[in-house]
């Protein structure tokens, strides 16, 4: 069976593909950088240059492999206008025409990356965009099935690094909505497990899935626990989410790309947690797909540090 997955380099798509391949899978992607894919996956994983805002140069990678399923995972966290890079033009732009040329090969299904809090009232540009590009995949007529994850763990996440930076010269760091934001990391290996697993189910045909993990934590109880492994004292400073919103505006307006956003403080219109949005998705979407709890979230977090230290060692 072969997939084309976009994403793959990634932090969270390099885990699907090994996810992939450990299950036999002929896994396929579409990359800017076949170097990088070469990198990470040797000869396992064939690339194919593919500018997705284009229709025929996405035709031309399919009709080479002619994929039997599809994984979309491209995505981005904030905005950078002066390069042309937007949430309309990534988030819905891209997955409109991937949807468009998948329709024309023989696609048994469709698997699509949105995130927890993507709502047709969500007042971020990020969810909203999400949530056009949701509507292209429910009413493209092809098979799907949409995941949307709470923060992910796992050693590649942006969180770390950006932290490990950040209060290694300067250790103070400001919790907007005063370090009470609520979040339900899941491992980036159980997520793996629901994209490998729902290509395979017919159980989650047409379904759209939350993805945590097992513990709520607020951004302020996440931090320290990231402090406390790095054994690094931190000073925490509370404030408004309203104050960091428009920090974020002037912010954005000099660095490109940002430290952080305005739009990611829209981002935190409910609490990042499994449930809260009473909608048509499933709340136990690892439980309902892996047939198993998800990993523990201490577990998660030990896992996802220990091989960051290795990371950042080795560069």
Not at 10 to 34: D, K, M, P, Q, S
Not at 100 to 127: C, I, Q, W
Not at 269 to 287: R, T
């Amino acid at each position: 069976m072969k997939v084309f997955i976009t994403g793959a380099t990634g932090f969270v798509g390099r885990h699907i593909v090994r996810e992939l391949l450990n299950r036999g899978y002929e896994v396929h992607a579409g990359v800017r950088n076949l170097s990088k894919l070469e990198r990470l996956f040797g000869n396992q994983v064939k690339g194919y240059i593919v500018n997705f805002d284009e229709k025929d140069s996405i035709r031309e990678a399919l009709g080479k492999v002619n994929p039997d399923f599809v994984i979309h995972l491209i995505g981005i966290l904030y905005e950078e206008k002066k390069k042309g890079i937007t949430f309309e033009r990534v988030h819905y732009g891209h997955t409109k025409n991937l949807v468009e040329v998948s329709k024309g090969f023989n696609v048994k299904k469709f698997l699509f990356m949105s995130a927890l809090g993507t709502h047709d009232e969500a007042p971020s540009r990020y969810h909203q965009t999400k949530r056009w590009a949701e509507r292209e995949v429910i009413n493209s007529g092809l098979n799907y099935t949409i995941f949307r994850p709470s923060i992910i763990l796992g050693p590649e996440q942006k969180l770390f690094f950006d932290m490990y930076k950040i209060t290694k010269y300067i250790p103070v760091v400001a919790l907007p909505d005063f370090g009470n934001y609520q979040f339900q990391p899941v491992d980036v290996r159980d997520v793996a497990c629901a994209y490998a697993e729902a290509l395979k189910n017919p159980e989650t045909d047409r379904k759209i899935y939350e993805l945590c993990g097992t513990k709520v934590v607020t951004f302020k109880e996440l931090l320290a626990d990231i402090f406390s492994y790095w054994d690094r004292k931190v000073l925490m400073i509370p404030m408004p989410k309203k104050l960091m919103y428009f920090a974020g505006l002037i912010v954005e307006k000099i660095i490109e790309p940002p430290p952080f956003s305005s739009d990611q403080i829209k981002m935190m219109w409910k609490p990042n947690v499994c449930g809260v949005l009473k909608d048509e998705a499933i709340s136990n979407g690892i439980k309902s797909i892996c047939k198993r709890e998800p990993i523990p979230y201490e577990e998660s977090l030990k896992w996802s540090l220990e091989n960051f230290d290795i990371i950042i060692k080795g560069k």
